[in-house]
Nanobody
Framework: QVQLVESGGGLVQPGGSLRLSCEAS????????MAWYRQVPGKPRELVAS???????NYPDSVKGRFTISRDNAKRTLYLQMNSLEPNDAAVYYCNALFRSLEYWGQGTQVTVSS
């Protein structure tokens, strides 16, 4: 059974930081490209950061320079370090695993940015 379990969300003030984690089980982690997406009600899910199994990283301009994605293959864990958080970053953040036609999602973790 495949599981992607996110953790680390919560309430943070503007300008603050959070670190999200996604622990994977039931997949050969090293084969998968991993990514973080986020979604707010009424809007489509959007890519926040991605990292291939070879370590290539991609960010949209909206988070570039503020967010850092990383993976620890030994721990089968994906991370997202989020700095300088803005109110627009508030969303449910989802972990994604992709290998060829196989794609899996976590259940999401809520990030709230508010003073």
């Amino acid at each position: 059974q495949v599981q992607l379990v996110e953790s680390g969300g919560g309430l943070v003030q503007p300008g603050g930081s959070l670190r999200l984690s996604c622990e994977a089980s039931g997949i050969t982690f090293t084969l998968y490209s991993m990514a973080w997406y986020r979604q707010v009600p009424g809007k489509p899910r959007e890519l926040v950061a991605s990292i291939t199994n070879g370590g290539s990283i991609n960010y949209p301009d909206s988070v570039k320079g503020r967010f850092t994605i990383s993976r620890d293959n030994a721990k089968r864990t994906l991370y997202l370090q989020m700095n300088s958080l803005e109110p627009n970053d508030a969303a449910v953040y989802y972990c994604n695993a992709l290998f060829r036609s196989l794609e899996y999602w976590g259940q999401g973790t809520q990030v709230t940015v508010s003073s």
